[in-house]
């Protein structure tokens, strides 16, 4: 068995707006948590793209990403992820090249296929693109000519990105589905699976990702990164009280409805419906609520289930200081391990 010392482990941020802030407040703790993760050995620092939401402030992720890679010196920084469809491809070869250039050899580029946002946020956003998706693999290619103008994707006669030619912008795809990941696959590309929100399609994706994997110039061998929600405390009873802003989160998700991140309550009871506490635990098998002994040993067993390569950690808590304290927590005891 791997030990955790030996896998990477790295943080999603969602830029929460909590109750009470404002998106100048959440772009400020963005900066301080991934000063923090730099200092604690994490080993890349990826944003998401959301639209429409007002509980996330990273909707215009590149301009974050910059935010976070002008603020620290060596941590990788990147998207967790970019959602291509809503995105002309050149305009992204442009703004992750011009990141490359700003803050070279750490920049990820992690593509997703989703909107990231509503049905009406997507129009708005697609106006006139008549997108819904389907076109990935081909808008995909097309980024990826603009990179390597002499690899295997095709781009508009004539049309180059600059900057963005010819640099070494790391591409990985994202994904809770098998779409993703038999894309990844076959193009011989890193696959990170959403499984701190998705977990049920986790294992057959990696297992679809593995056996479709054909080496590349980018891997020679199959590369996965598996999403994990973890609170981290003290006590176990002090995480669990703290990840219910989280759960409360994903209960409004459930019911369609949007706002910013909530203070803790001290019981879900009463907010939740037998159906939707069933739905909400079903969603949350690969998040974990503990000290660090329970944490330890939910994460080992993580390790022999699915043999991931690295980890993403996204951390849903209202406070700055828990929240930076959870971080905290999980390095040490991956070090430790």
């Given amino acids: 068995m791997n030990k955790l010392q030996d896998i990477p482990f790295s943080v999603l941020d969602l830029a929460p707006i909590v109750e009470g802030g404002t998106a100048a407040d959440s772009f400020h703790n963005t900066l301080d948590l991934a000063r923090h993760a730099e200092a604690w050995g994490y080993h890349r620092y990826w944003l998401a793209e959301h639209h429409n939401m007002p509980g996330i402030a990273s909707s215009a992720t590149s301009l974050v990403i910059g935010h976070v890679a002008a603020g620290t010196k060596s941590i990788r920084v990147g998207s967790g992820g970019i959602m291509l469809s809503n995105h002309a491809p050149l305009m992204i070869a442009e703004q992750f090249g011009t990141l490359e250039s700003l803050y070279p050899g750490r920049i990820d580029l992690g593509l997703g296929r989703a909107p990231g946002s509503d049905q009406a946020a997507a129009r708005a956003m697609r106006r006139g693109l008549g997108q819904d998706g389907s076109e990935f693999p081909e808008q995909l290619s097309e980024l990826r000519a603009y990179f390597h103008p002499e690899g295997a994707g095709s781009r508009p006669l004539g049309v180059r990105a600059v900057p963005g030619e010819g640099l070494n912008v790391p591409i990985w795809l994202l994904g809770s589905s098998g779409f ?7 193009l011989g590309l890193p696959f990170a699976f959403a499984s701190h929100f998705a977990p049920d399609y986790l294992l057959p994706a990696l297992h679809l990702y593995r056996t479709s994997f ?32 989280q759960q409360q989160q994903f209960l409004n998700i459930i019911r369609g409805r949007t706002g910013k991140l909530q203070p803790p309550v001290d019981s879900m009871e009463g907010l939740w419906s037998p159906q939707e506490k069933a739905m909400l635990l079903s969603k949350q098998l690969y998040s974990i609520a503990g000290d660090q002994t329970a944490i330890k040993e939910r994460l080992l067993q993580i390790v022999e289930e699915t043999q991931a390569d690295e980890f993403i950690v996204a951390s849903q808590i209202y406070d700055h200081t828990a929240r930076l304290h959870s971080y905290e927590l999980v390095a040490e005891l991956v070090k430790g391990s």
């Fill in 214 to 245: 054909k080496p590349s110039a980018v891997l020679d061998k199959p590369h996965v990164m598996v999403g994990l929600g973890i609170t981290a405390a003290e006590t176990t009873e002090q995480a669990r009280w703290l990840a219910t802003s």
């Fill in 180 to 186: 993703s990941a038999q894309l990844a696959g076959q």
